[in-house]
């Protein structure tokens, strides 16, 4: 697609939605041509194609976590394709309605295990405030805000979060804060507001989730910085998921000049640059579908060297790796994910969902990929 071309998508969003501009105004320069190939694009256009083919009249593509029915939501917006209109506009509506009308009296946006209730209730309220700030809706107002109460009234007191929706004194592990953060971050991009004790405490959790090589994990602790270390899931367990998670976490709170953000984008520099190529077809998703999430996003956010080193290659093995079967349209144009969702709708559902919308950062449609940095977030701390 040409730059021209793009941008001229982008205005059409922009008009469709009432002409509104988004919460961060996207820089007027053109996305650079190499982002986007014309494979990339193709297999882009199959996964929604598949995503649309599979989602079935419910909206669920067969799955109670609304997390992963957000998802399949947010795939097609970060495309352009807005609830309601389009081509996709059916399909986009009803993933939002059948999230939205399983909304408990409290906000909780989960209908399955209670185990995943934050998980779920942190990736749904993100793609609704996404959705929220593309289309101004009222309907998704309603329950957005008290999604984002029910975040604020269940946060831990040392800043992090639980697994169920229960205030606990100790939140559990980074994988729940950053669900969180991008529930946060995305209420302000659609123009709410977020309050700032709350996002005070959860950069505090996040800060103590970095640990050093050399063991230092105490935020006073003067060997911290020195040399090599990572964010972790719980203060050990250092995976290359929770090094993006962690810098997706300092990037959506405004600490764009924490210095643990350079030290954890090596960490994931060095695990993309060893990624082997798919063979042809393979149908399962680069890194797993979880990790490859938040190493997208880290590393457009982070951008520079890190984003033109590495994006190339997630996008490329995406493109070799999608299943490619003419004759079989229950798989044809998807990813699956073998990792942390069982086979069936849901796993293809995940890996299908996570890889579109990887492929469609470049267009830059979604409030949270605009170009440019809230200072009201940093000036919370």
């Known amino acids: ?139 998704i107002s309603k329950v957005l805000e008290q999604a984002l109460r029910l975040i604020a009234n269940t946060q831990a007191r040392d800043g992090g979060w639980d697994y169920r929706a229960h ?47 050399n063991g230092a994990r105490a935020l006073d602790d003067p060997r911290l910085k020195e040399g090599p270390g990572q964010f972790t899931y719980d203060g050990h367990n250092g995976t290359t998921a929770m090094a993006a998670a962690g810098v997706v976490c300092m990037q959506e709170f405004g600490q764009y000049d924490d210095w643990r953000i350079a030290k954890n984008m090596e960490t994931i520099q060095e695990t993309v640059k060893k990624l082997r190529e798919p063979k042809q077809g393979e149908g399962t998703v680069t890194l797993d579908a979880y990790t490859l999430y938040y190493v997208g996003q880290a590393l457009y956010q982070v951008g520079g060297k890190y984003w033109e080193d590495c994006y190339p290659i997630l996008r490329n093995n995406l493109v070799i790796s999608q299943t490619r079967k003419a004759n079989d349209t229950g798989e044809d144009g998807a990813w699956r994910d073998t990792r942390y969702v069982t086979g069936g709708r849901p796993g293809h559902l995940f890996g299908t969902s996570v890889a579109c919308f990887i492929l469609a950062i470049p267009n830059r449609y979604l409030p949270i990929l605009q170009e440019g940095k809230i200072e009201s977030l940093k000036k919370n701390v």
């Open 1 to 139: 697609m040409s730059v021209d071309r793009r941008h001229f998508l982008k205005l059409l969003t922009l008009l469709a939605c009432g002409g509104r501009p988004l919460t961060v105004q996207a820089q007027d320069k053109a996305p650079p041509e190499w982002e986007i190939t014309s494979s990339s694009e193709l297999a882009l256009k199959r996964g929604l194609e598949w995503l649309a083919r599979n989602q079935g009249p419910q909206g669920n593509w067969e799955s109670n976590d609304l997390g992963l029915v957000s998802l399949g939501a947010l795939a097609f917006l970060a495309d352009g394709h807005l609830p309601g209109r389009g081509k996709y506009g059916d399909t986009v509506q009803r993933a939002l309605d059948y999230v939205m009308k399983n909304s408990k009296p409290s906000g909780l946006l989960n209908i399955a295990d209670p185990q995943r209730d934050m998980y779920n209730h942190g990736l749904a309220t993100f793609v609704l405030g996404q959705a929220h700030g593309m289309t101004h809706d009222q309907r």
């Open 167 to 213: 205030r606990q004194s100790y939140g559990h592990d980074l994988s729940l804060v950053v669900m969180q953060a991008k529930a946060l971050r995305s209420a302000v991009d659609s123009g709410l507001e977020v309050r700032g004790d709350v996002i005070q405490m959860a950069i505090q959790s996040v800060r103590e989730k970095y640990r050093a090589g």
